[in-house]
């Protein structure tokens, strides 16, 4: 779409637009291609002299057996935060559209965490589930289960998946009840009229009808499984233990930052980038196509 | 609803309530947990009902700060201070920048308005943690670690905001701007009088977003910042935490949690209608 009344002026737009492109340039384009030269080379931890090695890093990524586990534990740990982010979150937004009475105080009380930092929702559950001091801890306790994520890899497994769904269901009630108060009720009407009840007209009609809603939502919650989780792993339990919780993009900070390996910390970074790309571009031409039918 | 059905409305209420008990339950027991003397937060079960110390624990907490090695003493309200500035700035920064870089691509024509576009679509696909490394360095070589220029600046880049703000001008009818130049307003004028007081619900939508964004970052505070007058809230919560040998003062880290996360949370409630309308508008 163009607009038919545009002002004439030789230097304002460019003036205009330099503050937006420079940061763009300084802080995006630069850093990133730094990332992509760096990781096609092998550097001493000093920087003292690197050498031009090809793909050897990523060769070495996908030989690695820590980086492939890292891999495998990132999709484990996106796919369940997905899941029952997005389930819970369904079904919490159904009901909440289902209510006549009371329905914004629900709303009201259900987006909040929202505006809670991931990393101080780790926080708040690593205190539920401290094994010696926490609620839930004590809970599990009594049931017989010796709850310890410092030591349990899969308890520290489940302490971040749970921090972190507990954070991403208020986004995703909002954009499942936005998208359920946007399908004509005449076609819910008539569903009843042709004697569905709510159980059929939810998967015959809401359901594909949300369908839209859902996949964006699907791709929003793999991004956030794969990058805003970080604060919720690096205040928790630190990638441990033994590497229990160490996810992709913990990995490339410590392997960056701490371990100083930056060749294939870079390697890490770029294959990273691809997915984030791919992802996005997945999610864009979805919705180009949606919007031209 | 389409039919009265008592027992799934019933249902439909216990379900909303059972979910905002389980949401806010950790919520709970921190704000109990920061009421308490530490002693009786050492055994379970901790105590479910708020306790005596409530003023004494945030005011130590606000004005002392904690005193452990990593946390270092340095008072609540300077993190909270620090996080405060940080949130502003990159909040009022990116809806600056981004309102003029939009206001340029759509009212003007200049040579590779396509390209300033796309290049800017592009940092939309880079969050920070994929490019940590290179960006640090390129901070430090401009020497803007530890400093406030250093926290904002590489963050106030927003694709989201251009993108924002480029769909709402081109639904604001060319009339206007015609109508403008007749009356010999420049684009200047234009911009600041007309398109600033049409777009003042997206500016409060994508103030709130890019509020909270602003002050829940961890790890780009966590790099940029060894000083400790430069700790922001949340990063402070982890050094508390973290902590060698001995356990955490729980009361205190339960205040400061508190303590953290109550400005975002009372700018998106306070802020709920523009905050949902933005969010979903924003994201499609």
Do not use: C
Not at chain 2, 49 to 77: E, K
Not at chain 2, 206 to 233: A, S
Not at chain 2, 246 to 251: E, K, L
């Amino acid at each position: 779409m163009e607009k038919r009344a545009v002002f004439r002026s030789p230097w304002l737009p460019l003036a205009l637009v330099t503050p937006q492109l420079l940061i763009t340039f300084v802080f995006f384009v630069w850093p990133a291609s730094q990332a992509l030269y760096q990781s096609v080379l092998l550097e001493d931890p000093f920087g003292l002299k690197s050498q031009f090695v090809w793909f050897d890093n990523f060769m070495a990524l996908f030989r690695n057996q820590e980086y492939l586990d890292s891999f495998g534990r990132t999709a484990i740990f996106s796919a369940l935060v997905a899941g029952f982010a997005m389930g819970l979150a369904l079904l919490l937004a159904v009901m909440a559209d289902r209510v006549v009475k009371g329905a914004t105080g629900y709303k009201t009380m259900l987006i909040w965490p929202y505006a809670v930092a991931p990393a101080v929702a780790g926080a708040l559950w690593v205190f539920m589930f401290n094994p010696r001091i926490g609620i839930v801890a004590y809970v599990l306790q009594s049931f017989g289960y010796d709850w310890n994520h410092q030591i349990n890899g899969h308890d520290a497994f489940a302490l971040i998946t749970i921090a972190a769904v507990w954070k991403q269901i208020s986004y995703n009630f909002v954009f499942f009840l936005a998208g359920l108060q946007a399908i004509p009720r005449s076609l819910i009407e008539a569903a009843a009229i042709d004697g569905a009840g709510p159980t059929k007209r939810f998967w015959t009609i809401v359901f594909p009808l949300l369908s839209p809603t859902t996949f964006f939502l699907l791709v929003v919650n793999i991004v956030y499984a794969f990058f805003d989780t970080f604060g919720i792993v690096h205040a928790t339990t630190s990638g441990g233990p033994a590497k229990a919780t160490e996810i992709l993009v913990y990995k490339v900070f410590n392997d960056g930052f701490i371990g100083l390996d930056l060749g294939s910390s870079a390697a890490q970074s770029v294959i990273l980038m691809f997915i984030v790309i791919v992802l996005t571009v997945v999610q864009f031409r979805y919705i180009e196509r949606r919007v031209s039918y | 609803m389409v039919e009265r059905r008592p027992l799934a409305t019933f249902i439909a209420h216990f379900v909303l309530i059972l979910g905002i008990i389980v949401v806010a339950f950790p919520i709970w027991v921190t704000f109990v947990a920061s009421t308490h003397y530490a002693k009786d937060i050492m055994t379970a079960p901790i105590p479910l009902w708020p306790g005596s110390q409530f003023v004494n624990n945030y005011r130590t907490l606000l004005f002392d700060g904690m005193i452990n090695p990593t946390a270092g003493g340095v008072p609540l309200w300077r993190m909270m201070t620090n996080s405060f500035i940080m949130a502003m700035i990159i909040a009022l920064g990116k809806i600056f920048v981004s309102f003029i870089a939009a206001f340029a691509i759509v009212y003007f024509r200049f040579p590779f308005r396509l390209a300033v576009f796309w290049i800017i679509f592009m940092t939309l696909m880079l969050p920070v943690e994929v490019r940590i490394v290179p960006t640090f360095k390129v901070v430090a070589d401009l020497g803007m670690l530890n400093s406030y220029a250093g926290l904002t600046i590489p963050l106030i880049a927003s694709a989201t905001a251009t993108f924002l703000f480029r769909q709402f001008f081109l639904t604001v009818p060319d009339e206007l701007a015609e109508a403008a130049r007749i009356d010999g307003a420049g684009p200047v004028k234009f911009m600041k009088d007309i398109l600033l007081p049409l777009s003042r619900t997206n500016l409060a939508a994508l103030f709130v977003i890019m509020f909270t964004f602003g002050w829940n970052q961890y790890l780009w505070p966590l790099l940029m910042t060894t000083d400790r007058q430069y700790l922001t809230v949340v990063m402070g919560i982890q050094r508390m935490i973290n902590v060698a040998d001995t356990d955490p003062q729980w009361p205190l880290v339960m205040a400061a949690v508190i303590l953290a996360m109550l400005p975002p949370v009372a700018v998106v409630l306070l802020m709920q209608r523009w905050f949902i309308k933005g969010l979903v508008e924003t994201e499609k």
